[in-house]
Each structure stands twice: as C-alpha cells, then as structure tokens.
C-alpha cells in the first residue's frame, strides 16, 4: 500500500497539498511517483503565474511516460522547487518532503476543504485497483 500521511489534502488526479493559513505545498503522491517509475525530469510554472483549479501546471517526465500535474485549487505560484532541476529523483525518493513541487497561495482555501482526507483518498485507490 502506498505511503499517504493523514496532514495532507489528495485530489483522484494524485496531488497532495499541505495547507497552511491562505497558502498549500503541493505535489504528486507517492502512488503517483511510484506508478510513474524513475523521474528524469520535472518541468514547473514560475512564480507568479497563477492557475484554475484543475489547470495543468506543470509535467513530470519518467522513464515511461510525461504526465502532467494537475493543481487541485485555484491560486498564485510564490514558489516553485528549483531544486528538482538537477535532482528530479528526488520525487521519487521523497514526494511528500523535499519532492514538492510548488506553493501556492490560493484564491479560496474553501478549495481545499472538498479535496479527499488521507482515509478517502486510500478508498479511492483500492477502487481504483479493482
């Protein structure tokens, strides 16, 4: 079973997001890392571009495939994890630490209220799985 600490908020599109006050740590699940494979790259917004919910703000590049990384709320980027520049593995090593990818300070943090608790989002992968 995949690691889904119980702090964050999940979408089905497998972002979490950390919420702090107006502002979220987002990034990919350790399910959504671990389906990917080796993360070669990682490809992120520049600070203060801002995103709808549900926009694609970014893409992860494996050994597989490209997927593109969903943003759960609607917001402003003030930060993004350059970082993974030179070490996108760290996705992998790490997702929900050093493997964040943006920060954002949302438009309504009532956004992230209707996102999926840990408990739900491992509902929502065991259906996923059947």
């Known amino acids: 079973m995949s690691n889904i600490?119980?702090?964050l908020k999940y979408s089905k599109d497998h972002?979490?997001?950390?919420?702090d006050g107006d502002t979220a740590t987002l990034g990919?699940?350790?399910?959504?890392q671990d389906s990917l494979?080796?993360?070669?790259?990682?490809?992120?917004?520049n600070e203060g571009e801002n995103f709808n919910a549900h926009d694609?703000?970014?893409s992860v590049e494996s050994v597989k495939a490209v997927s593109e990384i969903f943003t759960p709320v609607a917001g402003e980027i003030v930060s993004s994890n350059e970082d993974l520049n030179d070490t996108p593995e760290v996705v992998n090593d790490d997702p929900y630490g050093d493997g964040w990818m943006v920060k954002i300070k949302m438009d309504n943090s009532g956004e992230a209220d209707a996102l999926l608790s840990a408990e739900e989002y491992?509902?929502?992968?065991e259906s996923e799985e059947d």
């Not at 990919?28 to 959504?32: E, G, L, N, R, V």
């Not at 491992?122 to 992968?125: G, I, N, R, V």
Request: hydrophobic share 50%.
């Open 122 to 125: 491992a509902e929502f992968l």
């Open 5 to 7: 600490p119980d702090n």
């Open 37 to 45: 494979g080796d993360v070669v790259y990682v490809e992120l917004p």
């Open 15 to 19: 972002e979490w997001l950390l919420v």
């Open 56 to 58: 694609a703000f970014g």
């Open 28 to 32: 990919i699940t350790d399910y959504a």
